[in-house]
């Protein structure tokens, strides 16, 4: 079984800027495409961004221009850039495939506000 660690999140004032990374234990992590999620309270889980296994990326609009996915094969970690924070970006982040084939890790906190 696959395991997800996320890590990176933080408080940061909004217009800042945090870097999130996410490691995947085992080799399989080459063979698919990954995802970031993020969850606020009271609210579902969504997915924001996405990379494929040739690095190919989409983002959900509200965060488009912002926030940047990337991954390391070699390293099996995923990685997502986040710039301009806004207060609404405020949430648990998670990564996992395209289609949430893994279990969930712990997440990560990332609280925007002044």
């Known amino acids: 079984q696959v395991q997800l660690v996320e890590s990176g999140g933080g408080l940061v004032q909004p217009g800042g800027s945090l870097r999130l990374s996410c490691a995947a234990s085992?080799?399989?992590?080459?063979?698919?495409?990954m995802a970031w999620y993020r969850q606020a309270p009271g609210k579902q889980r969504e997915l924001v961004a996405r990379?494929?296994?040739?690095?190919?990326?989409n983002y959900v609009d509200s965060v488009k221009d912002r926030f940047t996915i990337s991954r390391d094969n070699a390293k099996n970690t995923v990685y997502l850039q986040m710039n301009s924070l806004k207060p609404e970006d405020t949430a648990v982040y998670y990564c996992?495939?395209?289609?949430?084939?893994?279990?969930w890790g712990q997440g990560t906190q990332v609280t925007v506000s002044s």
């Open positions: 990379i494929t296994t040739g690095g190919s990326t």
């Open positions: 996992n495939t395209r289609f949430a084939s893994w279990s």
């Open positions: 085992g080799s399989i992590f080459t063979t698919y495409q």
